[in-house]
């Protein structure tokens, strides 16, 4: 999607936003996105929807910046987590519902791992302006996600398959019913989480820091965080543009791969479609199916792969994957420092600390790392990794080749005894 900005009322500079600070008795100065209305203006602002999205944090993190070889002050932690249904969704999920109304839909329907669907629910049951359609894979989507999706009302439909398969039918069911499809195909879905970056921004006084590192699954945010710099940077507003990290889960490393190993580019919009062709029938010819902890980023077809492959020419980015170990880790240092945040949100921290150890990142650079949902999205996964039950950890993460919990909390089993609590106590505080 592009803007005439000419034909556009454009802001002196990011710092006019300050403005609506002291006017948040308004639903629109409020809310994360529509404050920035002007910078994504695709429907009048009395059309648009909120719930209260984007009143989100941006902290220092020290302890996680020592743990990743950054040097202090210097680690960001952007936790969307925050939002009204815990993940970074509800950025742009208020800007396709906020089209959706506008166009007078009466359903909306998404394929899922989980947080889309939460999010879409939520809107729906929230404003009861449109009904949820939900497809989800079998046995593809964690607990805590399905809790809120079934308890917000939305018409849920489990298929046979991962999420690549519920995509496919969730596109063309909507194209036979007429129902408007919110995943981040949608471009109004990009369009609100542009404003994850802006933000950053305001969070950082508007100075541009020097990386931004996102998980990848889908490739929304990155191509919505791309698009939002280079408008930006067209519009006078930023003097440059921070690098773009994207970091796969190496159970679901498609977008790694293509560039990594394949050597996939934007190449000025010319992309090869036949590389990409040739990587999908080789993998289904293989049988390779994502797998991995961070189920939101277990995907095999990122729908945005074009867009992001833009993000990482206009960021001058770089591709990296991580372990589920390797997120695991960083998952509980980020927690240990008060913010928990789901599996995936943890590969930004793993990633960082890769490309820190390769000498990508230096120590002295300012990273923002995204952290895309809250930690009780996926609470099986954090029980698992610091329980003393060895037989829910190879349950849980011994499939996925998770071999230890490196910085586990465990509890300290003691008997029903007074004295014997006392001890434990004492030893251990």
Known sequence: MAYDWDRLSVPPSLRWFEQK??????????????????LLPFVPVEACVTVGEGQTLLQAADAVAKYAGLSAGRLFLQYEGMNPSGSFKDNGMSAAFSHARFVGASRAACASTGNTSAS????????KLMRAVIFVGSGKIAYGK????????????????????????????????GIYLVNS??????EGQKTIMFRVLESLRWEVPDWIVVPGGNLG??????????????????DRIPRLAIVNAAGANTLNRLVGTSGLRWNGGR????????????????GRRAATIASAIEINRPVNLEKCLRALDVCDGVVREATDQEILDAKAQV??????????????????????????????????????????????ATVAYHTTDQQLFNDVLGKRGVRRAAFANRAVVVPNDLGEIVKAIELYS
């Open 271 to 286: 992309t090869d479609p036949h590389l990409v062709k040739k990587f999908y029938e080789e993998m289904d010819a293989e």
């Open 335 to 380: 927690g240990a420092g008060g913010i928990g945040c789901e599996p995936a949100s943890a590969a930004s921290v793993a990633g960082t600390k890769r490309l820190v150890d390769e000498g990508v990142i230096g120590r002295d650079q300012r990273v923002v790392c995204i952290l895309t949902g809250h930690q009780l999205k996926d609470p099986t």
């Open 221 to 238: 945010n990155s191509s919505a965080f791309g698009k939002a710099f280079m408008e930006l940077k067209q519009l006078g507003l930023i």
């Open 146 to 177: 399905l809790s809120q999706a079934l308890d917000y009302g939305a018409l849920t439909v489990q298929i046979t398959g991962d999420f690549d398969d519920a995509m496919a039918r969730v596109k063309e069911v909507s194209k036979q019913l």
């Open 120 to 127: 879409l629910a939520l809107y729906c049951s929230v404003t």
């Open 21 to 38: 600070w002291s006017r948040r008795s308004d639903p629109y100065c409020l809310s994360g996105v529509w404050r920035f209305h002007e």
């Open 185 to 190: 195909v949608n471009p109004f879905r990009l």
